[in-house]
Every structure is written in C-alpha cells, then in structure tokens.
C-alpha cells in the first residue's frame, strides 16, 4: 500500500513537471498569481548572503553548484533549492535575487534574505563566524520594503503590491544543532536556561514577534515551514556517535515540540489576523526511501569535513546525485529539493504536508 502511494505520488510528480514545464505553471497566458516572493531562513534558502561575510558557513566553492544552471552560488547544494523550485512552480521568472547583491527593479519581484548558520536567536550560529539572523532578515526587508514604496509612488500602492507577496520563513534548525545541543561552547547557554519545551516556546514567542513585524511591512501571505529531520543527518549521527545505528532521537522529538508549536501558531494567527493566510509546511511528512529512487539515505554524496559537516573544497561529489538524499552530511540534494518543493507547493500529492491549504492554494487566494 504504502508503496504504491509512492509510486502514484512519483507518477505525478513527473506529470506535473511536463504540465509545469509546457504551460509555465500557470494557466494559459494569465498573469501569474504571486508577482512577488520574500524568503527568510537559514542554509537551506541561502543563495548568496553570507558568501562575502567572515564565515565558513557558506557554500560558495565547487562542489557545491555542480547541478545549478549558473554554477557555484553559495547554495549549500548541488542544484536548486527547495525554495528555488517552489518560485518556478509559481511560475515567477527567473531566482530572487539574494538581499546582499540585490540591484534596482529587481526588488519588485523579491528578496532572499537567508543565511546560512542563521536563527531566530541572534547568538546562534556565530561560533562558525557571522551570519544574518532572523532580527536582521526583518530589518534588511524593512529597507527593501522602503524602496518599494519610493519606487511604486507611495505607501498606499506599496501595501497594494505587498500583500500579494508570498513571505516563505524556513528557520529553527540552527537553533538546536549550533545553539541549543552545543552546551559546552560559552555563546551558548539555552540548553542550561531552557528544558526542550520552554526552548520550543522561546524560540516560537520571538519569531512570531517578527512575524508581526513582517505583518507591519505589508506581508499577508505567510508559508512556515517547520523542522525537518535533524537527528537523521549523517552530521548529527556521527556527532551523537550513541554506538548504534540510526537517527538522534532525542533531536528529532525536540524538532517535532517546535514544529508542532508553530503549526498551533499557525492556526492561531490565522483565528487572529482575518486579512491575513498562513500555512504551515511539514517537513517530516512523507518518507524519502527507495521508492522514491533513493538509494543511499544516510551518507553525504561530497566528501563531508568532519568538523562541520560541509563539503571539502573542490573534493569530487558522487555522480549518481539523483540517487542521494544528502549532498554535504548537512543539506539535502537538489533531488530532494524538487520532493520537498512538488509536495508543499501542490497538496494533492501529498495531503498531509500542507495546513491549512497548499502554497499553491495560498498563491491564488485573493487578499482583500
Ligand atoms: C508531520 O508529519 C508527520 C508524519 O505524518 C507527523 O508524525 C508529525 O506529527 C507532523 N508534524 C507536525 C508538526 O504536525
Ligand atoms: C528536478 O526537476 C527538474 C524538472 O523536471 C529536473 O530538470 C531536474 O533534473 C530535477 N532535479 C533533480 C536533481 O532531480
């Protein structure tokens, strides 16, 4: 049964890449429903942010890139990210632009402000050198929202324009893997203030600040994507190095007290702000197995450094890329990618994904 499901789901998925690719994802000559997308997170969304910041949190060397049309990047994968896909699929034209290099009419179609290490707290990540926090993500759209504004003519207009934007947040993970489960280094004290219920608590009441402050920008239309997977990393598996086989569950079951605390933020924004739509993106959802044509689930396709997990420089990746769920002993391929864009982007194909609606779903919705 369950295979099949797979099976059905892969048939789809293909199906909906030839109707993607024919139709440009939207029906027949209309425009399409989201002129505009602003991104929020941390590796997993990074395009470029942190390749000029003092860190090695960045991915801006070959192998990285392998699979991308325009090369190396600084996305932490071989090809596109999830986030990348999900702008095709809605049909925007061309990547968002990263805030770090973003220049003139460009900021009409968007901004990514993600950065790789990054978190909601401001201290996390920071051992491996500086990145773009969440406050600053905010703030850096809070410029962009202001050229808006001078370019469009006005704040009326700009708030026209804005609310029809689609603001994707993908961030937490950091967190926990380079705040909360690092006790021993002297930035990071949660894990001695904080049981894993009061963290998740934290960390949901200061993102939903933000949140707030993105309402206050103009955004309407909000897609939050909780934690993935982060004890089934072939980084984390090693790091924990229990002895045993197998995913941290302790990391996984932390991940999940997160995440279901933002789907709850999620349901109750939405009883709160009726001008506004968010939806909720489950990242666990769904198994990525042979059935989907992954073969090897739990070990880096690059050479991974064993003190960060990220791909040593211009070391050879493995060639069957398709056939991999992780590129470094981090970050997922771009064959994941696609799965992970395709299923939060359409939830016919996989229905428990999405809440309360798909991103698709939410790209049509008409904001009044
Ligand atoms: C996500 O989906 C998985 C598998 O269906 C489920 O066990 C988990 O509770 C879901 N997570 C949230 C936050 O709803
Ligand atoms: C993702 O899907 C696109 C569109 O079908 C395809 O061109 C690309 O090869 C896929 N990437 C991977 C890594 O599967």
Known sequence: MAFETRTWLVLHVLVLFVTCFMQHCFVNGQTPPVPCLFVFGDSLSDN?????????????????????????????????????????????????????????????????????????????????????????????????????????????QAQQYLKQCLYYVNIGSNDYINNYYLPRHPLYTTSRNYN??????????????????????????????????????????????????????????????????????????????????YIFVNSTAGSIDSSLGFTVLDKACCLPRSSDGMCVPNSRPCLNRNEYVFYDAIHPTSAVNNLTALTSYDSTLAPETT??????RLAMLNIS
């Open 196 to 277: 894993p219920e009061e963290y998740a608590q934290v960390l949901i009441n200061q993102a939903s600040g933000y949140l707030q402050d993105l309402r206050e920008s103009g955004a309407r239309k909000f897609v939050l994507v909780g934690i993935g997977q982060i004890g089934c990393t072939p980084f984390s598996i090693a790091k924990a190095n229990q002895g045993t086989q197998g995913c941290v569950e302790k990391y996984n079951a932390d991940a999940l007290i997160f995440s279901l605390k933002l789907r709850s933020l999620v349901d109750q924004l939405n009883g709160i702000n009726l001008d506004s739509k």
């Open 48 to 156: 470029g942010n942190s390749n000029n910041l003092l860190t090695n949190a960045k991915a801006n060397y070959v192998p990285y890139g392998v699979d991308f049309p325009r090369g190396t990047t600084g996305r932490f994968t071989n090809g596109r990210t999830a986030i990348d896909i999900i702008g095709e699929l809605l049909g925007i034209s061309d990547f968002i632009p990263p805030f770090a290099n973003i220049v003139g009419s460009d900021i009409l179609k968007g901004a990514n402000y993600a950065s790789g290490a990054a978190g909601i707290r401001a201290e996390t990540g920071k051992h491996m050198g500086a990145n773009i926090e969440m406050g600053l993500q905010v703030a850096n759209h809070r410029v962009i929202v202001s050229q808006i504004v001078a370019r469009l003519g006005g704040l009326p």
């Open 355 to 360: 809440s309360p609606m798909d991103i698709k």
